[in-house]
């Protein structure tokens, strides 16, 4: 499992390269022509780091998903499509790979953060059809790549910080941190706190030729990112962002 980063060929890790350099057949899972671009950034990392003809790619289409569930329907959603995609992955081991190769599975980010590759490979090992031992490859998340853009941290002194979704911001702003980073957040939950004096830093399609960057007091910068999400999300038919919450401790 290599960690890929956001989108930039430039920001994989020596380690990564070196992983990508010994690794015989790559695993990659077609979304669909509307994502197209994720498959095709993946294959530029390849030709930039790798000698052509010293590897193979094998593509798979990605089970849908029951993005329409929610509340107590929401884990058992994930949790089937998570079942599914293990079902590719032990055929794509078990068929595509020789005993003496070595595959991989590019992950975006890092696949410690908010990725389900972990824990499908753990799921396949339990099933016991295929065995096989795997290495992680931690990669630059974007988390890392948005404050790094928007030049500021994650936190401030001696304050924690928290990574959550934006189902779970949905629920409410959490009370014991003031710096918050959103992921996985479709219906652009920060909406609700417009009336707040929070700070926002937001991107999508950190790392790429697409990247988009706003921040600014929730209040003014809400409405810019409301509009350049629509008309990037309308451009290219799908759309990954992650943005930072700051708030001042006054709100409490």
Do not use: C
Not at 67 to 84: C, F, L, M, T
Not at 119 to 148: K, M, N
């Amino acid at each position: 499992m290599i960690g890929i980063g956001a989108g930039d060929p430039e920001q994989l890790t020596l380690q990564a390269v070196r992983a990508l350099r010994s690794t015989d057949v790559f695993f990659v899972l077609d979304k669909g022509e509307a994502k197209a671009d994720l498959v095709r950034l993946r294959r530029d990392m390849l030709e930039t780091h790798l000698p052509e003809g010293t590897y193979r790619v094998v593509e798979a289409r990605d089970p849908e998903r029951d993005r329409g569930a929610g509340g107590a329907a929401y884990s058992p959603a994930v949790g089937d499509w998570r079942s599914a995609r293990a079902g590719i992955y032990e055929r794509l081991i078990a068929e595509e790979l020789g005993e003496d190769e070595t595959g991989a599975f590019l992950v975006w980010g890092d696949p410690a953060l908010y990725d389900s590759t972990l824990g499908i490979l753990e799921e396949i090992l339990e099933r016991g059809t295929v065995a096989f031992e795997y290495d992680v490859v931690p990669g630059i998340s974007s988390v890392s790549s948005l404050v790094a853009r928007h030049r500021t941290g994650l936190n401030r002194v001696a304050r924690p910080v928290q990574i959550t979704t934006g189902r779970r911001l949905a629920e409410g702003f959490p009370e014991d941190a003031d710096d918050v980073v959103v992921m996985l957040d479709a219906h652009q939950t920060f909406r609700r706190y417009a009336d707040q004096d929070i700070d926002i830093y937001w991107g999508a399609y950190l790392g790429t030729p697409d990247e988009i960057l706003d921040s600014g007091p929730i209040a003014e910068a809400a409405p810019r990112i409301e509009r350049l999400r629509a008309e990037a999300r309308e451009r290219k038919g799908w759309i990954m962002d992650t943005y930072l919450l700051r708030r001042n401790p006054g709100e409490r």
